[in-house]
């Protein structure tokens, strides 16, 4: 899912992909109570600004938090930022990576080792004769 697709999950939350409306939708179908977008408690080395939101505290006070983009530096740097300011606060997180989609998977197999991808090219055209 394209980063800023914007869903409604059934319970009315907005939410920024696929992954976090399925996930939303689960918790709402299994009743457990939760907020979108909480905010991280202030740090002065980690959220100095205060602006750091995990994606959903549940009503235990668990922090839930969608791991879209593990691969993207910058991405996988702010999760341990987050890991780490939540273990310094006692707050339980719970990661939850994405799933991979059908096309993500198949780029993969593209790329793996010792598997060929052969393009295909047309055949150039050729002039007609002028009858």
Same mark, same amino acid.
Not at 3 to 14: E, N, S
Not at 92 to 119: D, K, N, W
């Given at each position: /899912?394209?980063?800023?697709?914007?869903?409604?999950?059934?319970?009315?939350?907005?939410?920024?992909s696929m992954q976090e409306k399925i996930v939303d939708?689960?918790?709402?179908?299994?009743?457990?109570? @939760?907020?979108?977008? *909480?905010f991280y408690p202030p740090n002065p080395e980690l #959220? *100095?600004?205060?602006r750091l939101r995990g994606d959903w505290l549940l +009503? #235990?006070?668990?922090?839930? !938090? /969608?791991?879209? /983009? $593990? #691969?993207?530096? /910058?991405?996988?740097?702010?999760?341990?930022?987050? !890991?780490?300011?939540?273990?310094?606060?006692?707050?339980?997180?719970? $990661?939850?990576? +994405?799933?991979?989609?059908?096309?993500?998977?198949?780029?993969?197999?593209?790329?793996? $080792?010792?598997?060929? @991808?052969?393009?295909?090219?047309? +055949? *150039?055209?050729?002039?007609? *004769?002028?009858?």
């Amino acid at each position: /899912m394209a980063r800023g697709t914007i869903m409604t999950a059934m319970d009315g939350h907005l939410c920024l992909s696929m992954q976090e409306k399925i996930v939303d939708d689960f918790l709402h179908q299994h009743g457990i109570t @939760h907020e979108r977008e *909480p905010f991280y408690p202030p740090n002065p080395e980690l #959220n *100095p600004r205060t602006r750091l939101r995990g994606d959903w505290l549940l +009503a #235990n006070g668990t922090l839930v !938090e /969608m791991w879209g /983009m $593990p #691969n993207d530096p /910058m991405y996988a740097a702010r999760m341990r930022e987050k !890991e780490m300011l939540a273990a310094k606060n006692g707050i339980r997180l719970i $990661p939850a990576p +994405a799933a991979r989609t059908r096309t993500e998977e198949q780029r993969s197999e593209r790329r793996r $080792p010792g598997t060929e @991808h052969v393009q295909h090219r047309r +055949a *150039p055209r050729t002039s007609r *004769p002028v009858c």
